[in-house]
T-cell receptor, first 114, second 108 residues
Framework: DAMVIQNPRYQVTQFGKPVTLSCSQT?????MYWYQQKSSQAPKLLFH???????NEADTPDNFQSRRPNTSFCFLDIRSPGLGDAAMYLC?????????????FGPGTRLTVT | AQRVTQPEKLLSVFKGAPVELKCNYS??????LFWYVQYSRQRLQLLLR??SRESIKGFTADLNKGETSFHLKKPFAQEEDSAMYYC??????????FGAGTILRVKS
């Protein structure tokens, strides 16, 4: 089945230790999004790619970086995780020409910072 | 400000009872609003959008511009409706802004 895969589903990292979350897709979608969802809060857009064009949200901390080496893969790097970065991280994709609301979400990675 | 508010974190109803999940928004202009649903251990997915005015799984939502609301309703709740529901708004910047979500629990 075509889908959006996020690995790992659960990630534990130590305070200040860099961590990378992975998203891959078999949908061949041009657009990929990363959202952060803290406990009991709304998913919040961090950044997105339109093909290789990177679009950062104005309030996304510098601590968060992203890479998209090819259409299928997108990575979220947190350079120095703080306790406040513990959250669910959602990846979503969208086909070129489709509407923004037609995003296909992955299952998410829950990040714990100890 | 472009904002979505879902005032209830949890809504618990009995099977067969009516359901109304509240959503209020803040937006200048004509809003485009959506409801997304996340069933247990499944991905977040689109349930319905106000423009289509359709009924999905028995759910409907009417945009009330006067009250700036987009409440999700179903006349008779079923156990399989238990899930997390998110209201979302399409912003001027062509991005989705989500509410914090409401957990719907349907009890038998």
């Amino acid at each position: 089945d075509a889908m959006v895969i996020q690995n790992p589903r659960y990630q534990v990292t130590q305070f200040g230790k860099p961590v990378t979350l992975s998203c891959s897709q078999t949908l061949n979608h041009n657009v990929m999004y990363w959202y952060q969802q803290k406990s009991s809060q709304a998913p919040k857009l961090l950044f997105h790619y339109y093909d290789k064009d990177f679009n950062n949200e104005a309030d996304t901390p510098d601590n968060f970086q992203s890479r998209r080496p090819n259409t299928s893969f997108c990575f979220l790097d947190i350079r120095s995780p703080g306790l406040g970065d513990a959250a669910m991280y959602l990846c979503a994709t969208r086909a070129q020409g489709s509407s923004v609301y037609e995003q296909y979400f992955g299952p998410g990675t829950r990040l714990t910072v100890t | 400000a472009q904002r979505v508010t879902q005032p209830e974190k949890l809504l618990s109803v009995f099977k067969g009872a009516p359901v109304e999940l509240k959503c209020n928004y803040s937006y200048s202009g004509s809003p485009e609003l959506f409801w997304y649903v996340q069933y247990s251990r499944q991905r977040l997915q689109l349930l319905l959008r106000h423009i289509s005015r359709e009924s999905i799984k028995g759910f409907t939502a009417d945009l009330n511009k006067g009250e700036t609301s987009f409440h999700l309703k179903k006349p008779f709740a079923q156990e399989e409706d238990s899930a997390m529901y998110y209201c979302a708004l399409l912003t001027h910047g062509n991005k989705l802004v989500f509410g914090a979500g409401t957990i719907l629990r349907v009890k038998s």
